[in-house]
């Protein structure tokens, strides 16, 4: 994503997440992904808005809540506290929780449905089809596995339907949307993605129904009350009507006044028709500007299939945060994932992970660098500065330009990747510490080449835990509070209104202060034992 435009806005969401039972590991990782990113971006000074939520109609919905004997909306608030407080585990800092049971959703879904219906771009038809209620949508037969049974969800049949329906003339669109994805080849990622998409589309585009009988759990059709609007529909929506500020009054106008477009709709893989095909389809009737991006990653799986609570293979986010802690999986799942494919979730390689890259090489650097400084500096940074040391020197070398890479790495959503280079920096500086013997040279009364030493990997250590931040931002806390600053990455705020300029830099920033005490940033983990 190229974002380098001096576009000081950024607004992105995550989906809307059904509320068909508590949020799993797959719904946290969507959610840890986005709030990383919305991190950075603020980190660089931009205005973000980082919007989250709860998809609550639908077929899906009502049914769970009748088969556990409660009011739908009973249902979906207890569903909701749920996922609040996953992310206030997750240390996940969103703007704005959208609901579509929320008060002003109906108000701007009525609008929009007015629009698209000036259009004539809404009609009554017959619909037949096979259902799959768990993606609460029709599929083709050429989708579905033996016995009518989803692709996604295996153990579920889908359902064989045959009714009156209000059709979303998508075939309309066919076009629109071809030229769309032409002249803006960025508009869907990764390029996988967009090919997936580029070859439904080249099939040809069929009209889309866009609402149901017999289900109440939803908003009427605004002129025909026998139909409840399609959740899909309706669930979109839910982006806009997030963006209105608390008190406004619900129209679209005021809704599209200050945030329109978003830049990013972070989503998985199986959503992505919705989002890159239905969703500008939708928006084009309206008369409204498209989104910049839509970026489908790839799923979390357990043997190969897709953790979910249908399936019921999934991992419990609540227990395993309780266990080890926010930045240990936020840390896992945004490194050892490439953003985009599939990763296969295996608890020992999670403690191998974190062992070695946050205890044994981040946590090393810090603890060690901070015993010498004390010992051989009496506990101050060394007055150098990046001037001090020659272009082609070991750390200097790597640190001189990480900021701008990992910037770069950020906007292109290459989360992963930037982890790596970072980590670069720390492990070189592990070697650079081992090679030069600072303790050897201070026998020898090398004070000043011991203090070039420290200083090098003191700043490695520092920028390092900046450009991690948006990843551990309590262990990046912590190495700044020991080193001396009075930062805390979970609130907001930056220090200084410069910041990002002098902080992402190697050896840019004043020394004056005084170091803190070395203590562990992350303690070692251990698997949990068989019993
Ligand atoms: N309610 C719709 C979204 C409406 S957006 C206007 C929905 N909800 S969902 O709860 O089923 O899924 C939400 C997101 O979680 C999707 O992006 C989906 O891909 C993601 N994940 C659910 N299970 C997942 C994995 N096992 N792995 C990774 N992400 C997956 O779809």
């Known amino acids: ?40 971006q603020r980190l660089q000074g931009k205005s973000v808005l980082f919007i989250t939520g709860t998809d609550e109609h639908g077929q899906k919905i009502q049914r769970t809540a009748e088969e556990l004997g409660l009011e739908p909306q009973v249902h979906c608030d ?3 506290d749920s996922f609040k407080s996953l992310w206030d585990l997750l240390d996940i800092q969103y703007d704005r929780f959208s ?7 109906q108000a701007i879904v009525n609008q929009f449905f007015e629009r698209v219906w000036q259009q004539g771009d809404i009609y009554l038809d017959r619909q037949q089809g096979w259902y799959c209620v768990s993606c609460e949508e029709f599929k083709e037969e050429r989708e579905l596995i ?25 075939s309309k669109y066919q076009q629109r949307l071809e030229e769309l994805y032409e002249s803006r080849p960025d508009f869907i990622q990764p390029v996988s993605r967009r090919n997936e998409v580029l070859n439904f589309v080249k099939q040809g585009l069929k009209d889309f129904s866009i609402s149901r009988v017999n289900l109440d759990w939803g908003f009427p059709i605004p002129t025909d009350d026998q139909h409840t ?40 893989k199986d959503i992505l028709r919705f989002h890159a095909v239905y969703w500008p389809a939708m928006l084009a009737s309206a008369g409204l500007p498209l989104p910049k ?58 403690i191998e992970v974190l062992n070695n890259d946050l205890a044994n090489v981040l946590g090393n650097l810090l603890n060690r660098n901070l015993g010498m400084l004390k010992k051989y500096c009496q506990g101050n940074a060394p007055q150098l500065t990046s001037d001090d040391y020659s272009s082609d020197h070991p750390l200097k070398s790597i640190g001189v330009d990480l900021g701008d890479r990992v910037v770069e790495m950020y906007n292109n959503l290459q989360i992963s990747q930037s982890c790596e280079a970072i980590l670069t920096l720390v492990r070189a500086s592990n070697k650079y510490i081992d090679d030069s013997a600072p303790w050897k040279l201070f026998k020898q009364g090398e004070q000043a080449e011991v203090e070039q030493i420290l200083y090098a990997a003191l700043e490695s ?63 070692k983990l251990e698997l949990p034992s068989e019993d």
Request: charged share 20%; proline share 5%; net charge neutral.
């Open 146 to 170: 033996e016995n009518h049974h989803c692709a996604i969800h295996t153990n579920k049949p889908a359902e064989w339907r045959d009714e009156e329906n209000y059709f979303f003339r998508l």
């Open 461 to 523: 250590v520092r920028l390092s835990a900046y450009l991690l931040s948006p990843i551990i931002p309590g262990i990046s806390s912590k190495i700044y509070q020991q080193l001396g600053f009075e930062r805390d990455f979970n609130h907001n705020k930056p220090v200084q209104e410069n910041e990002f300029q002098l902080h992402s830099k190697w050896g840019k920033l004043s020394n004056d202060r005084t170091l803190g005490k070395a203590s562990p940033v992350f303690s």
């Open 229 to 268: 609007i399609y959740v899909w529909f309706d669930a979109l929506l839910g982006y806009v009507t997030a963006l209105l500020e608390p008190d406004q009054k619900p129209t679209l106008d005021n809704a599209l006044s200050q945030w329109w477009p978003i830049e990013l709709h972070l989503i998985g």
């Open 1 to 40: 994503m190229n974002n380098s435009d001096g576009n000081f806005k950024f607004a992105l969401t995550t989906p809307l997440y059904y509320v068909n039972g508590v949020p799993h590991i797959g719904s946290a990782y969507t959610t840890i992904v986005a709030d990383a990113i919305a991190r950075f």
């Open 78 to 80: 207890r569903i909701v």
């Open 99 to 105: 609901r579509t049971t929320a008060p002003n959703h």
């Open 293 to 350: 991006m839509v970026f489908g990653h790839g799923f979390l799986t357990k043997d190969g299939l897709k953790m979910g609570k249908t399936l019921g293979n999934t991992i419990d986010p609540f227990n395993l945060v309780d266990r080890y802690g926010a930045d240990a999986v936020r840390y896992y799942f945004l490194k050892e994932i490439e953003l985009g494919k599939d990763g296969d979730f295996n608890e020992t390689r999670f």
